[in-house]
Structures are given as C-alpha cells and as structure tokens.
C-alpha cells in the first residue's frame, strides 16, 4: 500500500468513527429530552411552575410561615395542606402529621440559609431556599414513621437535623382536623 493508499484508509476509519460517534451523542441527547418529557407528564419531577418569593427576616412576624400557622390543615376540598419551616438546625413542626391516601401539598420555606426536605421511602425531596417558598405535591399509601433529614449541608448541626413524618388513618386524621387549628405529633 502505498503512502497516498495509507493516508486515504485511515481517514475513512477516522470518519466512520466519528459518524458512529456523533449518533450516539444525538441519540443520547434525544433519549434525555424524552425522559424529561416523560417525567413531566407524570408530574415525578417538573419545574416550578411559579416562583414565590417570602421575606425569611419576616416570616415568624405575620403572614402564611407564622408558628400558628405551621404544621398540617384539612382543607374544605379534602386534601391537605403542610406547612413547614426550616432552621439551624431543625424543622418546625419536628413531626409532621399526614392522613394516608390523601392529596396533600407540602408548602415550606427556610428562616436562615438553604436547607433541605426529603421524606424516606418517597419522591419528595425539595430544597428549602430563604426567600423562596417550596411546594410539593406528595402522598402517602403507608402508614408509618417516615425519617425526614434535612438533605442539604447547612452548617455545624447539618447532621443533626432531623424531622419525622407521620401517617396516620385517614379517618383518624379527620377526626383529630375537626376542631379545625393545625396539627402536629410533636410531643405525642
Ligand atoms: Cu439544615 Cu442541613
């Protein structure tokens, strides 16, 4: 084979390899925007659809994040809604108490630096932004303690803040809502 032949073989490999190449990378590409599609469809994972803003100087001073106001509410509709803050270095309530096979819309803040919320065993996992107010759709089928670290470095105590969640019947749930306030398993 001669110089010229040599030359010519090795850059024909050259472009099949990168031919080979360039359709892995755009069939990578198109699998990533189908799963993201997907997983939005279903609601597993989806961008804010709005952005809340709170003052977290402000927020155990008046409106939605004062103390009377945390913990979980039935609502008229059934569904229920969670309030929740987090802090150096704890939740409050430190025991969140849910109703089984329920819709209910997890709403938190934080009143010092980035924190996070993951409940065990689930999908919600959302991070507590100061100035920001999260919102989690979740739903519970077991009933149980579920651990809820916080899941984002936060200083000093990270390791040591901790929250639990608990589901309880659903009937029983109704039954403690009734006399309306918000509830809480702290200090049960
Ligand atoms: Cu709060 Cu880590």
Known sequence: MSAEETHQASAEVAARVERRWATIAVIIVVMMALLAAFAGIHRATMP???????????IHLSGEFVEGNLGSVLEANGTVTVRAIGQQYSFTPACIVVPADTPITLRATSADVVHGILIQATNVNTMLVPGYISEQLMRFTRIGDYLMPCQEFCSFGHE????KVKVIDKAEFADRAKGGGRLSCVGQ
Request: charge should be neutral.
């Open 48 to 58: 804010q659809p709005r952005v809340e803003t709170i003052d977290p100087a402000r």
């Open 160 to 163: 040591g803040m901790w929250g």
